[in-house]
């Protein structure tokens, strides 16, 4: 094993700079047109003033997260016209209609073809009203209906998880979909390329999909032709362009894999050699994942479908890839994978958490690696411990962002004042997201306690009751905290007024990191 960065292999930082400063070149432009006329002509400075003050009320008025609108409030106020400019290139939604429409417009046929069974939530009812009533939020508000007649199986360890795929994707028979924020052509990616290749040559229909800013660091814009050329459909979502582009900050954030409509892949690993600690840049690198079979598996095949036709509209008949599985579960228990996307003005994935945690009645644990809470969902934490339930979070020992460890780091002190227990995982990087909780629900997906994955990108999880993998997630959160350093009494002392000024100002960039 060895440490390497990912510049070691080819990739496409060059064009991510060369796109950055494209843009940087351009808002400058913009600014400086506009500051020299404000300077010159008293009307165009008093309707940046006017435009300025609609822009703040506005915000004000909508129904953004508040930490997100004291952000922009205060830029635009204290900087007006670059605080404007800032706010038309990363902040403002209403330039997303185009995209919003057609997502909305492709997840509303989909959803048609998977609709809730109510006699589903009626044995939910009958086992736990409060549960049931999470379950039935999700189906509402998200369009993902909760199933039984799935087995689940987890993996405490990314490498079991991958060899778990790679059996998988050797047994497909008709299609295969994989949707990963990042992908790395190399030694980790090479034995599933393989088996890609192979399987196309079987007949059976490859699609891949990943998202160019994830994927930056680690492949080349080559990489769809080498796809290609062995016969694997392949997409970038959202490619990075060297001009103004509001849409940039939005990233497909999602893990994804589903073989047959049968078998389905879920977790927080990406298809990258150091998330199997094949390089080793922060130490060891701790990930999960799940492995779904039977009925639940249609709602994995739906955000796949979503994602690869929000980017290019090229499928007619979408019940092709829903097929009945025929299977039947050898486990019970409720499951219910389920997406979140900043489109739709719905924080489903925030929602979901905070809903385990009002629901907590002896314990809730999470792993994240990176916390940056909202005010809602830092409430609910410290709520839950205020009335004896035992929380406790897990966050990386060793940093892959030192600026936004140091954020995570600045929310510890107002959590353990109020009974949150804080453990940072010394062996290096834990990237897990994941809780469990009361060891009656869990949820395992893509979505960190953070801002960008709770409003900003196209995420995934599953929420599970009554399976036996809740078990086996308990399990790996008890084999954690004997690896943790519990920082729990170091930060309820308080910190030093420097270091609170400091990460005061950190915290206020904290929605765009």
């Given at each position: 094993?060895?440490?390497?960065?990912?510049?070691?292999?080819?990739?496409?930082?060059?064009?991510?700079?060369?796109?950055?400063?494209?843009?940087?070149?351009?808002?400058?432009?913009?600014?400086?047109?506009?500051?020299?006329?404000?300077?010159?002509?008293?009307?165009?400075?008093?309707?940046?003033?006017?435009?300025?003050?609609?822009?703040?009320?506005?915000?004000?008025?909508?129904?953004?997260?508040?930490?997100?609108?004291?952000?922009?409030?205060?830029?635009?106020?204290?900087?007006?016209?670059?605080?404007?400019?800032?706010?038309?290139?990363?902040?403002?939604?209403?330039?997303?209609?185009?995209?919003?429409?057609?997502?909305?417009?492709?997840?509303?046929?989909?959803?048609?073809?998977?609709?809730?069974?109510?006699?589903?939530?009626?044995?939910?009812?009958?086992?736990?009203?409060?549960?049931?009533?999470?379950?039935?939020?999700?189906?509402?508000?998200?369009?993902?209906?909760?199933?039984?007649?799935?087995?689940?199986?987890?993996?405490?360890?990314?490498?079991?998880?991958?060899?778990?795929?790679?059996?998988?994707?050797?047994?497909?028979?008709?299609?295969?979909?994989?949707?990963?924020?990042?992908?790395?052509?190399?030694?980790?990616?090479?034995?599933?390329?393989?088996?890609?290749?192979?399987?196309?040559?079987?007949g059976v229909e490859v699609r891949l999909l990943y998202d160019d800013v994830g994927s930056v660091g680690f492949i080349s814009p080559e990489f769809i032709k080498r796809m290609e050329a062995d016969g694997i459909q392949c997409r970038v979502f959202?490619?990075?362009?060297?001009?103004?582009?509001?849409?940039?900050?939005?990233?497909?954030?999602?893990?994804?894999?589903?073989?047959?409509?049968?078998?389905?892949?879920?977790?927080?690993?990406?298809?990258?050699?150091?998330?199997?600690?094949?390089?080793?840049?922060?130490?060891?690198?701790?990930?999960?994942?799940?492995?779904?079979?039977?009925?639940?598996?249609?709602?994995?095949?739906?955000?796949?479908?979503?994602?690869?036709?929000?980017?290019?509209?090229?499928?007619?008949?979408?019940?092709?890839?829903?097929?009945?599985?025929?299977?039947?579960?050898?486990?019970?228990?409720?499951?219910?994978?389920?997406?979140?996307?900043?489109?739709?003005?719905?924080?489903?994935?925030?929602?979901v958490y905070m809903n385990v945690i009002k629901n907590a009645k002896d314990y809730v644990y999470f792993t994240t690696p990176y916390l940056i809470v909202s005010d809602e969902l830092g409430r609910e934490l410290r709520l839950a411990a205020k009335?004896?339930?035992?929380?406790?979070?897990?966050?990386?020992?060793?940093?892959?962002?030192?600026?936004?460890?140091?954020?995570?780091?600045?929310?510890?002190?107002?959590?353990?004042?109020?009974?949150?227990?804080?453990?940072?995982?010394?062996?290096?990087?834990?990237?897990?997201?994941?809780?469990?909780?009361?060891?009656?629900?869990?949820?395992?997906?893509?979505?960190?306690?953070?801002?960008?994955?709770?409003?900003?990108?196209?995420?995934?999880?599953?929420?599970?009751?009554?399976?036996?993998?809740?078990?086996?997630?308990?399990?790996?959160?008890?084999?954690?905290?004997?690896?943790?350093?519990?920082?729990?009494?170091?930060?309820?002392?308080?910190?030093?007024?420097?270091?609170?000024?400091?990460?005061?100002?950190?915290?206020?960039?904290?929605?765009?990191?």
């Amino acid at each position: 094993m060895r440490a390497e960065q990912k510049t070691d292999v080819k990739n496409s930082v060059g064009r991510m700079a060369f796109v950055i400063l494209s843009v940087l070149i351009q808002a400058g432009w913009i600014l400086l047109i506009v500051l020299r006329l404000n300077r010159y002509s008293w009307l165009i400075a008093l309707i940046s003033t006017i435009a300025a003050l609609v822009v703040v009320l506005r915000i004000y008025a909508s129904r953004e997260n508040s930490a997100y609108k004291i952000l922009w409030i205060m830029l635009i106020l204290a900087v007006p016209v670059m605080g404007l400019c800032l706010y038309l290139l990363l902040g403002h939604s209403m330039v997303l209609r185009f995209m919003t429409k057609r997502h909305g417009e492709i997840k509303g046929k989909l959803a048609d073809l998977i609709a809730q069974d109510p006699k589903v939530l009626e044995e939910m009812d009958g086992q736990d009203r409060a549960v049931a009533n999470q379950s039935r939020y999700i189906s509402n508000f998200g369009k993902y209906p909760v199933y039984r007649n799935t087995d689940v199986e987890f993996y405490g360890d990314a490498s079991d998880g991958l060899e778990a795929q790679k059996k998988a994707l050797s047994e497909a028979e008709t299609f295969i979909f994989m949707e990963y924020h990042a992908i790395e052509d190399s030694t980790s990616f090479a034995g599933i390329r393989e088996i890609l290749a192979r399987k196309v040559k079987e007949g059976v229909e490859v699609r891949l999909l990943y998202d160019d800013v994830g994927s930056v660091g680690f492949i080349s814009p080559e990489f769809i032709k080498r796809m290609e050329a062995d016969g694997i459909q392949c997409r970038v979502f959202n490619p990075m362009v060297p001009m103004l582009h509001v849409f940039m900050n939005n990233r497909d954030h999602r893990k994804i894999t589903v073989v047959d409509g049968q078998v389905g892949f879920t977790g927080g690993y990406n298809l990258a050699d150091e998330y199997f600690n094949l390089t080793s840049p922060y130490g060891h690198w701790k990930d999960t994942g799940v492995r779904l079979e039977g009925d639940a598996v249609k709602n994995l095949t739906v955000l796949f479908l979503e994602m690869w036709n929000s980017v290019k509209v090229t499928d007619t008949d979408f019940a092709r890839y829903l097929p009945d599985p025929g299977y039947t579960a050898k486990g019970r228990g409720f499951v219910q994978p389920y997406g979140d996307n900043p489109l739709d003005g719905e924080p489903v994935g925030e929602n979901v958490y905070m809903n385990v945690i009002k629901n907590a009645k002896d314990y809730v644990y999470f792993t994240t690696p990176y916390l940056i809470v909202s005010d809602e969902l830092g409430r609910e934490l410290r709520l839950a411990a205020k009335r004896g339930v035992d929380v406790r979070l897990i966050t990386p020992g060793i940093p892959d962002k030192k600026a936004v460890f140091q954020v995570t780091r600045s929310y510890y002190a107002g959590l353990v004042r109020d009974g949150v227990r804080i453990y940072e995982y010394t062996p290096g990087f834990i990237h897990a997201k994941q809780c469990v909780c009361d060891g009656e629900t869990a949820v395992v997906g893509t979505i960190n306690l953070d801002y960008r994955s709770l409003y900003l990108h196209f995420e995934n999880g599953v929420f599970l009751y009554d399976c036996e993998a809740i078990k086996d997630i308990r399990a790996d959160f008890d084999g954690l905290f004997p690896v943790c350093q519990e920082v729990t009494e170091e930060y309820r002392s308080g910190r030093s007024a420097v270091l609170r000024i400091g990460q005061c100002i950190l915290r206020l960039a904290a929605p765009l990191l």
